[in-house]
């Protein structure tokens, strides 16, 4: 889905307001009956929706963009907790094995994350060639 298909809103144009309610709903929820319910509309109507390419679209797009806000919330709170690793690594108050707890969870850790970050850089390199061919 391409900007030029958001209304201002950053709402699909082509989507009526309960569509995009019950693309809120299921967010919120998780749950086909449950979002049906809070969006007003019928289990029915709902389930037909999602068989529309259209609103899965617009699905995909809303439950993409809720990611990336848990992304970026995640990497703030990633920061305070190296800082707490950091601080119960060095208290000497801190009991010796809340200390080795905590430098076993940032060593156990820190592959994950760097093979992450490699896997990114990796993809983002292949994606440029893949657009440079094309």
Known sequence: MSS???ARNGTPKNLSAKQV???GA???SGNREQA???S???KGTLYRWLGDAGFVAALRTAEAEA????????VGLSRLAVSTLR???TDEQASMNSQIRAAIAVLTQL???RELTDLETRLTAIEERMNDES
Request: aromatic share 4%; hydrophobic share 50%; charged share 30%.
């Open 4 to 6: 030029t298909d958001l």
């Open 21 to 23: 309610a019950a693309i």
């Open 26 to 28: 299921l967010l919120a």
């Open 36 to 38: 049906a319910k809070d």
């Open 40 to 42: 007003g509309i019928s």
């Open 67 to 74: 990611l990336r806000d848990i992304t970026r919330e995640m």
């Open 87 to 89: 601080r119960v690594m």
């Open 111 to 113: 592959p994950a994350y």
